[in-house]
């Protein structure tokens, strides 16, 4: 009876956690006591006899989780905010078929004191036996550990072939360059011979190289070294934000977590919105600069050739989607085997069906047009997002090249769209972020302000006046501190919060862009 859960105080902040103690359980049959001295174990059974403590049965620990309709409850609208888990240690023989007829029978004659206490009815959703069972584990899970062994494989051996063998094709020799105005002396990376296929395909497995190239700090001259800066310190406070995020499913007090939001410093600091807002603008900015600056380098000539251009959009997408999609796919693959481990061993309720059913979802990169609980790894709504953005980006980047002023229309019709339809939505639903935050539509100003921003950096850059600068960087931050507190107090009426959710990405933009320029 110790070691099964009961109700603990707490549950009208959220805390839906009777666990129990499951190791404790798990020892009732350990007949070895602690290695504490022989005296002190005399002492402790002087008055008992610990051989008639032990159950005369197997013993085994289970975990219930049932739904409740609890008023009393604070309602916060976080997912599985009704559920309860009970843990039990019965003995091993129960079968699941047993607790769950017993269990039904319990919850519908209302024989839990608590009923009467919070005025709650329960419904039974699942009986977990906890029991581990490693084959039970990884029987659905052989082709994908199959896969993950292969790629560990091609991973050494890339990694070998790089060392022992790549390396060695490398030579170092000295180039002398003359003019008529100066001579220089440079060296020059050259191939003893030409790689094979073979050896090309073995290098992307390289850990070797690939590491330094993923920690190479040296930036080419066409490169924007303040998205650099930008990205690093919007990645620490997205890490933060997570952890505080995916922790409120597993906390026992989430109300009083939500009510240390209300601090000034800690909203401004949980703010969800703006630091993924600001790697969409990075990520557009980079694509539409990239493609402009490489059409001025190259001096193209505007080509009316459709086939011409319909083969250049296939190739960008088809480009960005090899590069993305292995490694995505593999990370999927990962989680669900965490996923499955987790719903064999943790108390907790999982998602693990969510992967196994709803993974075509996230290959066409279609899942953020979905609801939450029908998506697989929920917090990559973002690369659906930004590979929707890239095929829109890129459609109108080639159309540039060929109808400019249609270009321009489009843009700036998708512009306003964007922004009234997100107000009006955030209007319709009373203001409701998690239902507006991963569609398209509502973070899509990015990818249209960034073609307009790409092109004015390229083409029209100029030098500010020192009292446009200061002008200027007043206007960004205003822009970026209203973007961040604008909900600080959050009675707010609803018209507010959607003229706030409407205008708050525009406004964050706009402030960012301007510390781009201007860096």
């Not at 699941?96 to 009467?116: C, H, S």
Request: aromatic content about 16%; proline content about 2%; charged content about 15%.
């Amino acid at each position: 009876l110790d070691s099964s859960g009961e109700y603990k105080p707490g549950f009208l902040q959220g805390n839906n956690y009777w666990l129990g103690n499951q190791e404790q359980c798990l020892d009732t049959i350990n007949r070895y006591p602690l290695p504490i001295a022989k005296q002190q174990i005399l002492n402790n059974t002087i008055y008992r006899n610990p051989q008639e403590e032990f159950p005369p049965f197997k013993v085994n620990y289970f975990v219930i989780n049932f739904k409740h309709n609890s008023t009393l409850q604070y309602h916060i609208n976080f997912g599985n905010e009704d559920f309860v888990t009970l843990g039990l240690c019965l003995p091993a023989s129960c079968s699941m078929n047993d607790l769950n007829l017993i269990l039904e029978k319990i919850f519908r004659d209302r024989a839990f004191f608590v009923n009467d206490l919070y005025s709650v009815d329960f419904k039974l959703v699942e009986v977990k036996n906890l029991k581990y069972n490693q084959r039970e584990l990884f029987k659905d899970a052989i082709f994908f550990i199959c896969i993950l062994a292969l790629t560990f494989s091609m991973m050494i051996i890339g990694t070998t072939y790089d060392i022992f063998v790549h390396q060695k094709y490398f030579i170092v020799t000295d180039k002398t360059t003359a003019n008529m105005k100066n001579i220089s002396e440079e060296m020059e990376i050259t191939f003893l011979h030409r790689e094979s296929r073979t050896g090309q395909i073995l290098m992307c497995f390289s850990i070797y190289t690939n590491t330094k190239i993923i920690l190479n700090t040296k930036l080419n001259a066409d490169e924007i070294p303040v998205l650099h800066g930008l990205k690093f310190l919007v990645m620490s406070w997205l890490i933060i934000l997570h952890t505080v995020f995916f922790m409120l499913d597993y906390v026992d007090n989430k109300t009083s977590i939500l009510k240390r939001t209300l601090n000034f410093f800690v909203h401004v600091s949980i703010n969800t919105v703006v630091p993924v807002d600001t790697y969409f603008f990075s990520s557009g900015l980079l694509v539409s600069y990239l493609y402009l600056k490489d059409k001025m380098d190259k001096r193209k000539v505007t080509s009316t050739n459709y086939k011409e251009k319909l083969n250049e959009f296939f190739i960008h997408v088809i480009k960005r989607f090899i590069r993305l999609t292995p490694a995505y796919m593999l990370m999927i693959g990962i989680l669900q085997l965490n996923s499955t481990w987790y719903d064999k061993n943790s108390h907790f309720p999982t998602d693990m069906h969510n992967c196994a059913q709803y993974w075509w979802k996230n290959l066409l990169y279609i899942n953020n047009l979905f609801d939450s609980d029908r998506m697989c790894m929920i917090w990559s709504w973002y690369l659906a997002n930004d590979m929707q953005y890239f095929i829109i980006a890129t459609i109108l980047l080639i159309l540039s090249t060929i109808y400019f002023y249609m270009s321009v229309f489009i843009l700036g019709t998708l512009l306003i769209g964007s922004i009234v339809l997100t107000g009006y939505i955030s209007y319709s639903y009373e203001y409701i972020p998690t239902t507006i935050f991963n569609k398209t539509h509502t973070h899509f100003f990015y990818s249209i302000f960034i073609l307009f921003l790409s092109h004015y950096n390229i083409l029209y850059l100029k030098h500010f006046f020192q009292e446009t600068v200061i002008l200027c960087w007043c206007f960004g931050s205003a822009c970026n501190i209203f973007a961040l507190i604008g909900l600080y107090k959050r009675n707010v009426s609803i018209l507010y919060s959607a003229i706030y959710v409407a205008l708050s990405r525009t406004l964050w933009a706009i402030g960012i862009a301007w510390i781009v320029i201007a860096c």
